[in-house]
């Protein structure tokens, strides 16, 4: 069974920049699609990013341009690389994974993914 563990998150000040890493147990990496989501206080988890093929990206609406979503297969590790934070990015971010074969159209879809990391906080002063 692949294990998740997301490590980077911390304090940030707004404008400041962070790298999430997701860490994966196992030999068969390649064969998820990876996402991101994250929690913030009081709200639900919401889709931020999933990395499908190095070439295969998607971004919610709100951190489109400032975060970049990568993998490293060789490594087992998928990346969020958080530029220019607000405070309103402040929240729990967890990665996931799903099968590669999953459509294409449920990547936003928190039940289309079925491994969750532990999730790692954010926190982005003003």
């Not at 994966?24 to 093929?53: C, D, L, N």
């Not at 971004?59 to 934070?85: C, H, P, W």
């Not at 990015?89 to 099968?99: E, K, P």
């Amino acid at each position: 069974q692949v294990q998740l563990v997301e490590s980077g998150g911390g304090l940030v000040q707004a404008g400041g920049s962070l790298r999430l890493s997701c860490a994966a147990s196992g030999r068969t990496f390649s064969s998820y699609a990876m996402g991101w989501f994250r929690q913030a206080p009081g709200k639900e988890r919401e889709f931020v990013a999933a990395i499908i093929s190095t070439r295969s990206t998607y971004y919610a609406d709100a951190v489109e341009g400032r975060f970049t979503i990568s993998r490293d297969n060789d490594k087992n590790t998928v990346y969020l690389q958080m530029n220019s934070l607000k405070p309103e990015d402040t929240a729990v971010y967890y990665c996931a994974a799903r099968n590669l074969g999953s459509p294409a159209y449920t990547y936003r879809q928190q039940w289309s993914y079925y491994l969750w990391g532990q999730g790692t906080q954010v926190t982005v002063s003003s």
